[in-house]
Structure formats: structure tokens, C-alpha cells
């Protein structure tokens, strides 16, 4: 049985089955990613709720897996040469288990990189972006009388959408042919934004068919039901 007590994490979150993958995590677009990834891959995994809404992320067992205190982040007992191994940013963690796996990355150098590439565009773009306009279109922001930052997002939001709805025009999925880990990255993100943030007329959602398209395909698929709820509360 895999020991996991170099991990404070798994102190305050234990393992019930302490060999199959720990992921601590929040049901939030980037935690979704990673278990919806986990679901595609179908490898075994346990699900432990970090409250963010309690700062659950900023306690000292959460901090020394992630110092930088966000969901997601795992603990996989059967890392690389066989040892536990911790790992935090969903960017990392999808390319990891796609390596691990042999799924959701292509095998061909060039389609890999160009999978990757979109991977970080949801990294560094999409995710920050979207992120704001969460914030000042929906949550505490929104009181704030001065909407040029609202407006600012809003519009370098659409321009983005604008980026993926180029992308998609004649390919089903960002990376072509094949659903990858650029798809489930992005996918949850682009259904929050109209969905939760409630910023569809904000963004003008409607004027990329192409990406509403895309995102009914992505979130047709079982698995992508299944990971957007997980892990639950209770
Ligand atoms: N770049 C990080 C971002 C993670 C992130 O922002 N997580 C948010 C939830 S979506 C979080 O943990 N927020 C809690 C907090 O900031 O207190 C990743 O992709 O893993």
C-alpha cells in the first residue's frame, strides 16, 4: 500500500485508498479540468473537496502541496520511478497525466506542440481573462462605479473567442481531428463565462457559432458530465 505521509495534505484530507491517485480540488473551471481528465482516462482516482469558500487552499497542509494556495493539485502514489509524486497547476497536471496515459496528446511532435500551444493559450489567456470578467460582472467587482475594467476584459474576452472561433472553423476540436487535453482545458471555461458569469450578451456569445458548437460537442461527452461535478461537497 502506497504511503502518502510525506504529504501533509493527506493528513488533513486522508486517503481512503491511498493507491490510487489523490486529487484536492474544487468543481471551478480549473478543477474541473483535471477531473474531467480524469475521467476520460478512466484512471483510478479519489476526490477530496477543498472548500475555497473557507480558504481551505491557505492552510499550512494545503500550502506545502501548493504554496501558491489554489485548487487543483494531486498526489499521485505512483509517480514517475514508482515514488508518490505531488503536482500542482492544472496546466501541468493535464500534460502530466496525458504522459502518463498515452491519452488526450497527440504521439506526432508537431500536433503535440501545436496541442500544447493551445493548452497554454488557455493557461495564460483564456483562464486570467475570463476570470476577471467573473469578477467584475458578477461577483464583488460589479459594485465598483468605474467599468472601464469590466469593459477592458469584456472586450479582450470576445477577442478571444474570436481566437477560438478561427481555430474551430473546419476542425471539431482545437487540436483537430482529435478531442485532447487543449479541449478540457478550455472547455469549462467557456461554459462558465455564459453560464455562471453570466456574461453571454456581455461577450456577444452568440456571434461565434463555431465555439457554441464546439462547446455542445465537449459538453456532450459523459465523462465532461461527469468531471464538472466533481468533486461534489458532501
Ligand atoms: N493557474 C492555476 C489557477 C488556479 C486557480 O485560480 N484556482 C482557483 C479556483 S478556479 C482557486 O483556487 N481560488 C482560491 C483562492 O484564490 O483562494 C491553475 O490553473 O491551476
Redesign the pocket.
Known amino acids: 500500500m502506497a504511503d502518502l505521509s510525506a504529504f501533509p495534505i493527506a493528513a488533513r484530507w486522508p486517503a481512503r485508498h491511498p493507491d490510487r491517485l489523490q486529487l484536492y480540488s474544487?468543481p471551478?473551471?480549473?478543477?474541473v479540468?483535471v477531473s474531467i481528465m480524469l475521467e476520460e482516462i478512466g484512471l483510478p482516482y479519489e476526490p477530496h473537496y477543498v472548500d475555497?469558500g473557507k480558504?481551505e487552499?491557505?492552510t499550512p497542509e494545503y500550502l506545502a502541496l501548493n504554496p501558491?494556495?489554489?485548487?487543483?493539485a494531486i498526489v499521485d502514489p505512483d509517480g514517475p520511478d514508482g515514488k508518490p509524486f505531488g503536482l500542482?497547476?492544472?496546466?501541468a497536471i493535464l500534460l502530466y497525466l496525458a504522459e502518463k496515459t498515452g491519452k488526450l496528446l497527440p504521439a506526432d511532435a508537431a500536433l503535440r506542440y501545436e496541442t500544447i500551444q493551445w493548452v497554454f493559450f488557455q493557461?495564460a489567456a483564456i483562464?486570467p481573462i475570463f476570470?476577471q470578467v467573473g469578477f467584475f460582472h458578477k461577483f464583488a467587482g460589479r459594485e465598483i462605479a468605474d467599468k472601464r475594467p469590466l469593459e477592458r476584459y469584456a472586450t479582450e474576452s470576445r477577442r478571444l473567442i474570436g481566437v477560438l472561433e478561427t481555430r474551430l472553423t473546419g476542425r471539431p476540436w482545437i487540436a483537430g481531428d482529435d478531442y485532447t487535453i487543449a479541449d478540457v482545458a478550455t472547455l469549462g471555461w467557456v461554459r462558465n463565462l455564459i453560464g455562471f458569469y453570466e456574461a453571454r450578451d456581455l461577450v456577444g456569445f452568440d456571434d461565434f457559432p463555431t465555439v457554441a458548437k464546439w462547446l455542445e460537442r465537449g459538453l456532450a461527452r459523459p465523462a465532461v458530465q461527469r468531471g464538472l461535478t466533481i468533486p461534489s461537497k458532501g
Do not use: R, Y
Open positions: 474544487a471551478t473551471p480549473n478543477g479540468k475555497i480558504d487552499s491557505w501558491n494556495g489554489k485548487i487543483p500542482f497547476e492544472s496546466g493557461m483562464g476570470g
